[in-house]
């Protein structure tokens, strides 16, 4: 299975993980360590990547011939008083790790993306070939991560363009993999519904920005897969099948979380839907956060060990049943779309 893996990196050219302590982040160590492949993970002490010159010299430190980028400014709402560092760390620092991989490594460099570079230009699904923005109705935060991912593909597409206009397969590729409403080990929606259950009577949430959840641990355990592949550069939307609303998941985490055998001591009696205007955030929310995944599941189907595509909810209740028994890691995360 890690046949390409190995191709790709020896035990002086390591994968190298930048984000080591996020949700995809943790969820790539456990990936990794099924996997008998030399890998760095780095988090922000080791390595920051507001800090361009940190970056290079980690580079050329390691000399990685595999970067995954699981590493983020990912407060949405913090990021509109903070533009300046979203940038550096969401839209520069990838832009130094492409221009590593296109100009030294010749490897492969994976990094996440989201929904949130779309701003309700649709009423159906966003397929990976839709205009991104307009930049003027998203957030900081989708604007940093689209500049991301257009300093990726430039920084690619300019090295690969062989003068007539031909791409040139084989050599160095990209994969920004566009996901959504990630859950995995850390704080996010469902962490913070499964302890407000036991503390309040009541929460009111918003039904009206439909979208997917994804699980961090699958989301890894698919980028992996696209290593390990000859699947070609581009962007993915890496999300499983359905679709749902905040106030819908709630009901659902909720309703799982109460006929666990372990069982919580849930007091929520009551969940409200509640539109986004009645639900003051800084920072503006898409309503539509549809990612259209045909194309990645076309692109997984060529490689030999496909196995059944997930839908959202087997994950979430699988990950719901897991957290009732296991506590949260503690922490806090903004804009998750509860009222108390
Ligand atoms: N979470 C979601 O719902 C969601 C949805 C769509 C897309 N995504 C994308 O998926 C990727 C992974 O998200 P996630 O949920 O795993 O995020 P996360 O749990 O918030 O983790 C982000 C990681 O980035 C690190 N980081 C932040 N600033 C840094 C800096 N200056 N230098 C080095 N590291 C830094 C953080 O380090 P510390 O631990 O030190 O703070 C943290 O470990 C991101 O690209 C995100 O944009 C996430």
Redesign the pocket.
Known sequence: MVDNLYQVSDKAKPVLV????????RALQRCFSNLDVPVVFL??AE????NEDEIIKTLNLYQPQVIIN?????GVDNAESERELAFA?NAKGPAVMAHYMVNVAHGILVH????YVFADTKQTSYLETDIAGPLDQLSVYGQS?LAGEEAIKKTFNLAHDSGDGKYQENFSRYFILR????Y?D?E?FIQKILRLAGEQTQLKIVNDQIGVSTS?QWLAEMSVKMIDSNIESGIYHVVPDGETSWYELARFVIETASRSSEGIDIKLTNILPVATVDYSMLAKRPHNSRLNNVKFKKALSKIAFVEQYPQWQEQVKAYVKESVTTPPRAGEVDGIYVCQ
């Open positions: 930048f984000g080591r302590n996020g949700q995809v982040g988090g922000r390595c920051d990547l507001a699981a590493a983020a400014y990912t760390i996440y993306s989201t929904d991560k996901t959504s409403w990630v995995g850390g996010n961090a």
